[in-house]
C-alpha cells in the first residue's frame, strides 16, 4: 500500500451478506485504480469508534448498512438535505481534512433504477403506490416527493406507520390500510413492494394484480431471487417489470465517485458477476 491507495468500504452487523465489495471492487479494478473496498464487520456499540477512526486509517468513506444506518447519521460532521429528510445514511464520504459528510443514494438509486427500464417515466406522471413503510420506503418516498410527485399512497400491514409517513409528508403521502392493498393500486403509473415478503426464505406477496392496468411499472425491490413470484405475476399480466438490482447499483455509482473520483458503468458483465454469487 502506498500513500495513494484508496480505501472504502461497508460497515455493517453481519456484514457477509453484503455485495457492495463485490461490486465496487469489479469498478477498482474495471477502471485500474490503485485501492480497495472492504467489508467492514462492526458491533452496533463500537460504531461510533469505527466511523471515528476513518480518517485516521486513510478512509475516502463507507458505506452503512443494517443495522447502522440512523445511529451513524449523529457521527458525521455534515448532512445532506436528503438525508436529513430520510433520517438515515448509507455513505461516508471523508474530505481531504478529514471531515465526514454523510449522504443517502438509495432513494435516488431507486429512481434511476426504474428510468433505466422506463425511460419517460417521471414521479410526477400520476399516483404511486408503495407497499411496506420501512427504511427502504421512506428514502423512495423522499426521492419521489424531491422529483415532483403528486400523490404516493403508501399502504403498510402496521397502519400507524404508514399513517405516520402520511403526516410527516402531507400532503403528498397518503396512508392506505394492509386489507386495501389488492383496490388501492388500480390507476397508479408505478406500484413498488418495499416490503420483505417474496425474498428467498419468506412467503410471496400476498396481493391481487385483478385491477392493476396492464400500464403499470411494477417494482420489486428484492433481487433475490431475481424475479420474486409478484414480478412474475405482473410480467405475465403484460406489466414492465424491475428487480432490485438497479437500485443496488445506482445508489453505488455516485458514491464510488465521490471516493475513487469516477463515475462508473453498469455493465451487463457486472449484473451477472453480482446475481451469480447468489447461486450455490
Ligand atoms: P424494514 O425497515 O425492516 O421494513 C420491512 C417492511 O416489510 C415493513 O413495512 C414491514 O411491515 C413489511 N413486512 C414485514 N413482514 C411483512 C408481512 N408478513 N406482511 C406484510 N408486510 C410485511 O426493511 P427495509 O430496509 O425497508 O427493506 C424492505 C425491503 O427492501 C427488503 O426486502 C430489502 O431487502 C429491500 N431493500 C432492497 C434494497 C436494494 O438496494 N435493492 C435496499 C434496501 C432494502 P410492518 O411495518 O408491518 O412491520
Redesign the pocket.
Known amino acids: 500500500m502506498t500513500e495513494d491507495f484508496k480505501l472504502a468500504g461497508v460497515m455493517g452487523w453481519p456484514i457477509t451478506q453484503s455485495r457492495s465489495p463485490i461490486l465496487h471492487n469489479y469498478w477498482i479494478e474495471k477502471y485500474n485504480l490503485n485501492g480497495r473496498y472492504v467489508p467492514l464487520a462492526v458491533k452496533p456499540e463500537r460504531l461510533a469508534d469505527a466511523i471515528r477512526g476513518l480518517p485516521a486509517l486513510g478512509f475516502r468513506g463507507c458505506n452503512l448498512t443494517?443495522p447502522h444506518k440512523q445511529f451513524a447519521m449523529t457521527m458525521v460532521d455534515s448532512l445532506t438535505d436528503t438525508a436529513k429528510r430520510i433520517g438515515a445514511i448509507n455513505c461516508i464520504v471523508v474530505d481531504d481534512d478529514g471531515k465526514m459528510s454523510g449522504t443517502n443514494n438509495?432513494g435516488n438509486?431507486y429512481v434511476l433504477s426504474v428510468q433505466e427500464v422506463a425511460p419517460h417515466w417521471k414521479p410526477s406522471d400520476g399516483p404511486i403506490a408503495i407497499l411496506?413503510?420501512?427504511?427502504?420506503?421512506r428514502a423512495i418516498i423522499v426521492a419521489l416527493l424531491e422529483r415532483g410527485a403528486k400523490e404516493v399512497r403508501v399502504i403498510?400491514?402496521?397502519f400507524d406507520?404508514a399513517v405516520a409517513l402520511a403526516k410527516e409528508f402531507h400532503p403528498v403521502i397518503k396512508s392506505m390500510p394492509?386489507d386495501k392493498r389488492s383496490d388501492a393500486i388500480d390507476d397508479v403509473t408505478l406500484l413498488v413492494n418495499?416490503?420483505?415478503?417474496g425474498?428467498i426464505g419468506k412467503?410471496a406477496l400476498d396481493i391481487s394484480l385483478d385491477k392493476l392496468s396492464s400500464r403499470t411499472l411494477v417494482s420489486d425491490?428484492?433481487?433475490v431471487p431475481p424475479e420474486t413470484a409478484f414480478l412474475a405475476a405482473a410480467k405475465a399480466r403484460g406489466n414492465v417489470t424491475i428487480n432490485?438490482?438497479g437500485?443496488?447499483l445506482h445508489?453505488a455509482r455516485p458514491a464510488f465517485q465521490a471516493w475513487f473520483g469516477i463515475l462508473p458503468e453498469i455493465t451487463r458483465e457486472l449484473r451477472v458477476k453480482i446475481m451469480d454469487t447468489f447461486k450455490s
Open positions: 443494517m438509495d438509486g411496506g413503510a420501512g427504511g427502504a420506503a403498510n400491514r402496521t406507520k394492509w418495499a416490503t420483505n415478503q425474498m412467503p425491490l428484492i433481487y432490485g438490482l437500485m443496488l445508489q
